[in-house]
């Protein structure tokens, strides 16, 4: 079958590939000059199949208030008058309840799970190096009372099979020897020891010229510009460079998708949060980190990606808008120098993404209401993680194979 693939970050590459050796004829479309140049370029690095969480949760509101008055906040909000954020905002508040937190988290388990499995095999079979590590996700508490509140989310790891330890002071700086300069500043810590760690960038290029080589056409510098639909039924796209015939589409445009499905009625609550990271060149490594840490305080993950520290967090819900604020970096260097001053901050450098974020922290895959047009897209915080596990899902959706995990409650109509 002939299938267009709108979009060239991870979602978009990895669903090409599986499609591609699924046997379809298949055309990449994407604005930039190459791949995962947007939100797949520079983020944390976490490829977090146990630490993944919806960042809807039951008492979330309340800490989202205290975070808006922080120095180094982990949230920031420019509210203004649009629709789609005010409604996107409303949805996730509504999704901070423990009935609705226990089925988006079961959700996203249960896809991520899929995705360790699925990127084993993808590592295996293509043998692709991307500065990858498989020494788990340490989420550190410098605070008793935030190891204390950790026993919610043990309990959830326990009750899906997760593997982890709940560490003490001297546990912490067993599995991450560096802070053993630090040992005042923390208490515990949580590891989800089957976690992993590299750089999406490095892995998406990669993957591209495999996908390549399997015959995946890569049209970049194309925007797409609006979907061709006939009687209810996709029939091609448009583009800036003129129309392409396809009988499926699959939209992985990331923090874009809902711009080129609101025309078809196709409501997709999937809205930019903004996040900010810095990648510092390691000039000691013994206070580099050796994996990812996630430090609770600040909500930022450090991680080690070759002889790069990658420091990445912050939610910033301001609409479409890449710009790069001082303050931020400040944040950032702050939390990487306060923990591991392995590195040189003054030749950093500093980026921001929009992650694609759905209010209920899952993603959306799968048919929608016009037929042959897929989505796979709104993977938010965790696109790295989930993405070869959506790739695999979406391939069977399209060629109407049974996938191997429960993909029904994943569609966009699970949203009425
Ligand atoms: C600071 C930060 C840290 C993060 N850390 C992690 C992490 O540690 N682990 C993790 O798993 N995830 C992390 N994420 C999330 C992850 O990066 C995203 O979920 C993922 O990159 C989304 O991939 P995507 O392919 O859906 O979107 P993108 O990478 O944005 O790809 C979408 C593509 O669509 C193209 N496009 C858009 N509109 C058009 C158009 N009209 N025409 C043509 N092309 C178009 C764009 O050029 C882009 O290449 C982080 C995100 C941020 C911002």
Redesign the pocket.
Known sequence: MKVIV????????TSAYQLAKSGHEVTV????TG??????????????FGYCSPWAAPGIPMKAMKWLFMKHAPLILRPKFDIAMLSWMARMLSNCTSERYAINKSRMLRLADYSRIALAELRAETGIAYDERMQGTLQLFRTQQQLDGAAKDVKALAADGIPYEVLDRDGCIRVEPALRHVRDKIVGGLLTPKDETGD?FKFTNALAAKAEALGVRFAYG????ALDVETGRVRGIV?DRGRMDAEAVVV??????P??LKPLGIGLPVYP?????LTVPITDASRAPES?VMDESYKI?I?RLGDRIRV???AEISGYTNDLGLARRSTLEHSVTDLFPGGDVSKASF??????MTPDGTPVIGPTKIIGLFL????????????TGSARLISDLVGARRPDIDAGDLAVSRYG
Request: with cysteine; net charge positive; glycine share 18%.
């Open positions: 709108l979009g060239a970050g991870i979602v978009g590459v479309v994407d604005r930039q791949p995962a140049l947007e939100t797949s370029f520079a983020n944390a690095g976490e490829v977090s999406c194309t925007t797409v510009k583009t992985a445009l990331g923090s874009f998708s711009l080129l949060v903004k996040g900010y990271s990812t993950a991680t990445g967090g912050m980026w921001s993404g929009l992650r694609p796979n897209t709104g993977h938010g915080t965790l696109g790295w993680t989930m993405s």
